[in-house]
T-cell receptor, first 112, second 110 residues
């Protein structure tokens, strides 16, 4: 296991398009988190899953955002009708029962 | 909101110890102190965490004051690769998510 994998690393999309990101956590980790990070700021929490259940969603996660974790393994984060303000680094992390997080390298989204 | 206060930046000479301070005056009894760092263009990396006692691992040492209102992360022999943004976070752990502040930029100079 090589850690948390995120795909793609970079995504450029036109405003109004839909995008989907994928995260593959460490296989034995039951918790999976999504964060968003803009330039000069720390990561901001978006949502987290314990196994396949989505247990918490931030107010930052508008109706255009949806996350899934079918079967408690990989997760997807979809953004519909992207806006320029969605441009950011989207980070995924996993942990075992809330222990230290292992983060992926992130997906950098640029909305033009 | 983040419950910790860190200086925005710090410089350290290569090979010297880097002592990174963090204030968390409102920490509650069941909250841990976590440290992460983020090297440019990468995801944050877990360093160490502690509750009351000082902790040491292969990366760093964590010194927590007796009243638990502040802590210091010590990198014993800083290298250029330790240049990063360091985040001090307090959290109950378990089901509670980590809340990141802006962190502190450590620059290790040759």
């Amino acid at each position: 296991d090589t850690g948390v994998s995120q795909d793609p690393r970079h995504k450029i999309t036109k405003r109004g398009q839909n995008v989907t990101f994928r995260c593959d956590p460490i296989s034995e980790h039951n918790r999976l988190y999504w964060y968003r990070q803009t330039l000069g700021q720390g990561p901001e929490f978006l949502t987290y899953f314990q196994n396949e259940a989505q247990l918490e969603k931030s107010r930052l996660l508008s109706d255009r955002f949806s996350a899934e974790r079918p079967k408690g393994s990989f997760s997807t984060l979809e953004i519909q009708r992207t806006e320029q303000g969605d441009s950011a680094m989207y980070l995924c992390a996993s942990s075992l029962d809330g222990g230290g997080y292992t983060f992926g390298s992130g997906t950098r989204l640029t909305v033009v | 909101d983040a419950k910790t206060t860190q200086p925005p930046s710090m410089d350290c000479a290569e090979g010297r110890a880097a002592n990174l301070p963090c204030n968390h005056s409102t920490i509650s009894g069941n909250e841990y102190v976590y440290w992460y760092r983020q090297i440019h263009s990468q995801g944050p990396q877990y360093i160490i965490h502690g509750l009351k006692n000082n902790e040491t691992n292969e990366m760093a040492s964590l010194i927590i004051t007796e009243d638990r209102k502040s802590s210091t992360l010590i990198l014993p022999h800083a290298t250029l690769r330790d240049t990063a943004v360091y985040y001090c976070i307090v959290s109950q752990g378990g089901s509670e998510k980590l809340v990141f502040g802006k962190g502190m930029k450590l620059t290790v100079n040759p």
